[in-house]
């Protein structure tokens, strides 16, 4: 999962990636949540996104041991933020 911040329209995503969550923000800018589908890479992701979009952030989202307990005891998912790609 990599949440991506970027400037100007997203149209679309190919059917190798599924938009979790879209966050409209000042300026023509948005913050994205974008899950890769089994075959699909992180580079797919990034050559598909600049195609339409300038991106200013790509950051995976890794879950912490704490993250994966409290979905396992509690069923809801909590999403630490990891390794950022600032571009």
């Known amino acids: 999962t990599y949440i991506v911040e970027g400037e100007g329209k997203l149209h679309?995503?190919?059917?190798?990636?599924?938009?979790i969550s879209r966050e409209e923000l000042p300026d023509y800018?948005?913050?994205?949540?974008?899950r890769l589908r089994p075959g699909s890479t992180a580079n797919q992701l990034i050559a598909h996104l600049i195609e339409q979009i300038q991106v200013h952030s790509f950051i995976e989202?890794?879950?912490t041991?704490?993250?994966?307990?409290?979905?396992?005891v509690t069923g809801r998912s909590g999403v630490n933020v990891g390794r950022e790609i600032v571009v």
Do not use: K, V
Not at 29 to 34: N, S, V
Not at 65 to 72: A, L
């Open 29 to 34: 800018f948005f913050r994205a949540t974008i």
């Open 12 to 19: 679309s995503l190919s059917s190798d990636f599924e938009m």
């Open 65 to 72: 041991m704490n993250d994966i307990f409290i979905t396992s």
């Open 61 to 63: 989202s890794i879950p």
